[in-house]
């Protein structure tokens, strides 16, 4: 099932923001520690979306390693401990930043990096991160609507075959736009990777 027009996949995000730019990716646990970072940085994320981190989450942050470089930014709890070990078990040579539980805390107490002031991001981050100029995608907007990947009757199947072949997981419509942007998906392998898809279909 498609999520999102069309319109709504492209237009999504509207003004630049203006906080620093940084050049590695940082992996989070969920879309509210996301949230809360992109209110401090302009930054991408990967989430792991719970302690059990895939293979193919996996597959994403070595890939993102090697393209941009890495930090592993989780809650300063047990989980987030369990899932900052399995990424440096599999992914090594990750940067780490830690966030002190006191800075992590709720009113109710409740930990994580979603309930942390701007400027306890910015000092946990501070030792870690490198800034940017903004990145000129080479996957443009027109490539990615030619490919049939959104709104069409077999998006879907060729969306997520696609995503296998470039190793950033199997995306909806608006992660496949943010995925090939932040991972740095190359014009050649875009094209190499259609070129076996289409092979595949015939």
């Given at each position: 099932?498609?999520?999102?027009?069309?319109?709504?996949?492209?237009?999504?995000?509207?003004?630049?923001?203006?906080?620093?730019?940084?050049?590695?990716?940082?992996?989070?646990?969920?879309?509210?520690?996301?949230?809360?970072?992109?209110?401090?940085?302009?930054?991408?994320?990967?989430?792991?979306?719970?302690?059990?981190?895939?293979?193919?989450?996996?597959?994403?942050?070595?890939?993102?390693?090697?393209?941009?470089?890495?930090?592993?930014?989780?809650?300063?709890?047990?989980?987030g401990d369990r899932i900052r070990a399995r990424i440096n078990e599999r992914v090594p040579g990750c940067k780490q930043?830690?966030?002190?539980?006191?800075?992590?805390?709720?009113?109710?107490?409740?930990?994580?990096?979603?309930?942390?002031?701007?400027?306890?991001?910015?000092?946990?981050?501070?030792?870690?991160?490198?800034?940017?100029?903004?990145?000129?995608?080479?996957?443009?907007?027109?490539?990615?609507?030619?490919?049939?990947?959104?709104?069409?009757?077999?998006?879907?199947?060729?969306?997520?075959?696609?995503?296998?072949?470039?190793?950033?997981?199997?995306?909806?419509?608006?992660?496949?736009?943010?995925?090939?942007?932040?991972?740095?998906?190359?014009?050649?392998?875009?094209?190499?990777?259609?070129?076996?898809?289409?092979?595949?279909?015939?």
């Amino acid at each position: 099932m498609e999520t999102g027009t069309i319109t709504e996949v492209f237009e999504e995000g509207g003004e630049e923001l203006m906080q620093k730019r940084l050049k590695e990716v940082i992996v989070v646990e969920g879309r509210d520690d996301t949230t809360r970072l992109q209110e401090v940085f302009n930054v991408d994320t990967i989430e792991t979306n719970g302690s059990a981190v895939n293979e193919q989450t996996l597959q994403r942050i070595e890939k993102a390693l090697e393209r941009r470089g890495v930090i592993v930014f989780t809650d300063p709890d047990f989980p987030g401990d369990r899932i900052r070990a399995r990424i440096n078990e599999r992914v090594p040579g990750c940067k780490q930043a830690y966030l002190p539980r006191a800075d992590a805390k709720d009113k109710r107490g409740k930990i994580g990096v979603e309930h942390a002031s701007p400027q306890a991001i910015e000092r946990a981050l501070a030792a870690v991160y490198e800034t940017e100029e903004v990145h000129i995608a080479e996957v443009t907007r027109d490539m990615i609507l030619a490919a049939d990947l959104i709104g069409g009757p077999s998006a879907s199947s060729r969306r997520r075959r696609l995503g296998q072949l470039l190793a950033i997981g199997e995306p909806n419509a608006k992660q496949l736009v943010k995925r090939v942007a932040s991972i740095r998906i190359t014009k050649e392998e875009w094209d190499a990777a259609l070129r076996q898809l289409e092979e595949e279909q015939d």
